[in-house]
């Protein structure tokens, strides 16, 4: 059977549509999804079993999703639109079987008053007693059932309610205070051996607590999205789902959980970019005719210059400066630029750093001999010293004092980067100085983590100092930094 | 058509008869591989069995491997197939001695099948057997390599401008790898199956150890898994890898080692994990609280 006859024939039934809809989310949520796997995914579950649920999941997983940063997106979207609907769009039957009929099963516990199932006629410390001991012996079905208990008692879900389901994890989360938990389970475990454990029996322990409450918090964000789409519907939980993707989260904006995200994805990236920007070097250029070397070769075609040779030019390195506002909103955005700068420091003949708010500080020691970028990056935001008068961004000054100190180094192989937003408090611009660097240097760049809808609004005066600069360009994600640096080289 | 699998399970029991682990995606994007004619690009970090599963599921099955191993300035003459020069000069001279022969006969003559050195993808698609097509460490050729497997990849034909077009005489299963050093194009990955191969759980490497290291006990199995699942969990250059951890599992056996200590993970971390820095970080963490924790459990 062709592709095209299988989506025609699954156009037949109701799945078709269903496929269509969560193909849309996709869409919505970033994903980019062409109209040849669309079909593929159709022809693709022509071949599994529907009541696998398993087994679809994974089919359109490789039909649809190519790139495994979207893995997180597609599952959460997955499970909202197959598995939460009403049971009319469920799969098979057990995909919903929502309200009290949880089963719940005390085990050896004495409380549970039957009947009431759910474990509704538990009380709070009972319910956290058997937590605990759900956690201690690492079992699961007993841990889902008090995941699910627990958003019923803790959540405070009502009806209609417009709140995300970040808030209701909040608050079951503190109700059930798992910090406290693990520290309990802990000591549990030490009082359980007969000797002291070693270091590396409590890492390891500790690892396997916490991947178990890792999986309860995830029952737990499950048993909220549930909820949220029995209320909501689908379609309008799907919509609250769509985040950023790692590559698309701003800078200047990210939670916690993203940074921690962001900081993930940088390592790779980076070395990525290295490879790609090595090959790019050996590729590029095709240097003059090498004249001995094509004659030589010739020889062996019987003097026919068949195969010309090119000398290989040793192109010079560009040397680079980065000169990085590190205060407050836009220190992320300084961080993940020296990271990039610095991983692809072979691609540079020097690089050298300074960092700013109202004074200036070099920086580029920190990052000599060290293997460990991420580590040099901590320092420079703990050691550096960059506190001037009041710890509030002042880019003249900045400016001034890189220009007395360091000015004499800037040079016509010198490449310079200023990072920042350039917002600067109702301070003197100082953009002669821009205009100096840029009359020695081989190339000034601004790069701005700021909307550029903001540009120039209230005290940015970004545009005082582009008037100067060879390039301004708006960064405030992974994927436009990634795109600069690998255009910089 | 037949197939040549009948369901997931099979697939997976199946690899796991020629001792490869799979787990539910791994067996269903081979299952669907095969039914859907379409190739499956396998992506992940070093050494989680992504060019190992393209070689078991060819040895589960009976099939021949073929092997296109990609580096940096691959071409033409080394994927699909070269004219052999020699052999057309010197039918030129023999032909030509002849005086009478139309060039346009010695042309048809020496772009023949007789003339053409297969590589690996035309190989592929002329075999008469069942073969398993592998195609590793894609990413490492150019972008514009990558539009010569393309025509392959989906109509499993190739198109010899002195010939005309090539079509497969029975449908290869194609595997290839990427450890994303650069991304692919959007029109390879479209026409690609994709998996993605990460580090396995818990439960699964344990199973790898065991399968792969006979003589281990099921304890140190055990233990080799978790410390493996910790280490990972650092913030590390580089983490380590199944074949790794296979080392430093048979490392273990071979030392007589029953129960990891501390000390025996720090003198044999090294087998785990490449650089010093990583080295260092992991041994720290191992040791760092032994004193803090000893204490506490003291006073309590
Ligand atoms: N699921 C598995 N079952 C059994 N063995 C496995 C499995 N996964 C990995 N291995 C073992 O790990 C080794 C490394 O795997 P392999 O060479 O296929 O890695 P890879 O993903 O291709 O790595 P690279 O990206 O470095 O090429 C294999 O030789 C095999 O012994
Ligand atoms: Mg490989």
């Known amino acids: ?489 | 058509m037949t197939h040549r699998f009948d369901s997931i399970d099979a697939v997976r029991e199946g690899l796991r008869s020629v001792d490869y682990l799979a787990d539910d995606s791994i067996a269903g994007v081979a299952f669907l591989a095969d039914r859907l004619e379409k190739p499956v690009l396998i992506e992940g970090p070093a050494g989680t069995g992504k060019t190992q599963l393209a070689k078991s599921i060819a040895e589960m099955s009976g099939a021949r491997l073929i092997r296109l191993q990609c580096y940096e300035g691959l071409d033409e003459a080394k994927a699909l197939y070269e004219w052999n020069y020699k052999k057309q000069l010197l039918r030129i001279q023999v032909e030509s001695s002849d005086g009478d022969t139309e060039w346009t006969e010695i042309q048809d003559d020496i772009f023949s099948d007789e003339f053409l050195l297969p590589r690996p993808l035309l190989e592929a698609i002329t075999a008469d057997d069942p073969v398993v097509l592998l195609i590793d460490e894609v990413d490492r050729v150019e972008l514009e390599t990558e539009a010569l497997l393309l025509e392959i990849l989906s109509d499993y034909q190739v198109s010899i401008p002195e010939l005309g077009t090539i079509e497969a005489k029975q449908i290869p299963l194609v595997f290839l790898t990427s450890n994303n050093t650069r991304e692919l194009s959007e029109a390879l990955k479209r026409r690609c199956l994709f998996l993605h191969l990460d580090y396995p759980t818990l439960e699964r490497e344990k199973e790898i150890v065991l399968t792969k290291v006979p003589e281990i006990s099921e304890n140190l199995a055990d233990q080799v898994a978790r410390i493996v699942r910790s280490i990972r969990q650092l913030e590390l250059k580089k983490h380590p890898s199944v074949s790794e951890t296979l080392d430093w599992a048979r490392t273990l056996v071979l030392l007589g080692i029953e129960n990891i200590d501390e000390s025996d993970a720090v003198d044999t971390v090294h087998l785990l994990l490449k650089y010093r820095s990583d080295i260092e970080k992991a041994i720290k963490d191992f040791t760092a609280n032994s004193a803090a924790h000893f204490e506490a459990s003291q006073a309590s």
Request: glycine share 6%.
């Open chain 1, 1 to 489: 059977m062709t592709s095209t006859e299988a989506a025609f024939s699954a156009k037949a039934g109701p799945l078709f549509d269903l496929l269509e809809g969560f193909v849309v989310e996709l869409r919505n949520a970033g994903l980019p999804v062409s109209l040849s796997e669309n079909i593929d995914a159709a022809e693709a579950v022509q071949h599994i079993d529907i009541e696998d649920r398993v087994a679809f999941k994974y089919s359109l997983a490789a039909t649809l999703v190519k790139n495994d940063a979207h893995w997180k997106t597609f599952e959460t979207l997955f499970e909202v639109y197959f598995s939460l609907r009403g049971p009319e769009y469920a799969l098979d039957g057990d995909a919903i079987e929502f309200d009290d009929d949880v089963d719940f099963d005390p085990g050896e516990q004495p409380q549970g008053e039957g009947g009431q199932g759910g474990g509704d006629g538990l009380s709070p410390e009972e319910l956290a007693e058997l937590l605990y001991q759900a956690l201690r012996q690492g079992d699961e079905a007993l841990t889902r059932a008090i995941a699910r208990q627990a958003v019923k008692r803790y959540a405070g879900m009502e009806p209609g309610r417009p709140v995300g389901g970040t808030y209701y994890l909040y608050r079951t989360l503190r109700n059930l205070d798992l910090d406290s938990v693990l520290d309990r389970l802990m000591e549990q475990r030490r009082a359980d051996a007969d000797k002291p454990l070693s270091s590396l029996q409590e890492r390891l322990e500790k690892d396997e607590y916490q991947d178990r409450i890792d999986k309860l918090r995830r029952e737990i964000e499950a048993e909220i999205r549930r909820r949220l789409v029995a209320d909501r519907g689908a379609e309008a939980m799907a919509k609250t789902l769509r985040k950023p993707l790692p590559e698309d989260v701003d800078f200047m904006h990210a939670s916690r959980e993203e940074m921690v995200m962001l900081r993930r994805a940088i390592y790779p990236l980076t070395r990525k970019l290295a490879v790609r920007l090595a090959r790019k070097r050996r590729h590029k250029r095709r240097g003059a005719l090498d004249f001995r070397n094509t004659v030589r070769h010739s020889l062996s075609y019987g003097g026919v210059p068949v195969e010309p040779k090119f000398r290989h030019p040793k192109p010079a390195k560009p040397e680079i400066f980065v000169v990085a506002d590190i205060s407050g909103s836009v220190a992320a955005f300084a961080r993940f630029t020296l990271h990039l700068v610095y991983a692809i420091s072979s691609q540079f003949s020097r690089v050298r750093s300074f960092v700013f708010i109202d004074g200036l500080d070099e920086v580029t020691s920190f990052f000599e001999g060290v293997d460990d970028i991420t580590e040099a990056v901590h320092r420079v935001n703990t050691e550096a010293d960059v506190v001037w008068v009041d710890g509030h961004s002042d880019y003249g000054h900045a400016l001034e004092v890189f220009w007395d100190r360091y000015g004499n180094d800037v040079g016509p192989k010198t490449t310079v980067l200023i990072l920042g937003d350039a917002r600067n408090n109702y301070h003197a611009s100082q953009a002669w100085i821009t205009k100096e660097i840029q009359r020695k240097a081989r190339k000034l760049f601004w790069l701005n983590p700021e909307p550029k809808a903001y540009w120039n609004t209230g005290d940015s005066i970004v545009g005082e100092y582009a008037s100067h600069c060879d390039g301004v360009f708006e960064v405030r994600n992974l994927r436009q930094l990634e795109r600069f640096v690998d255009n910089l080289v």
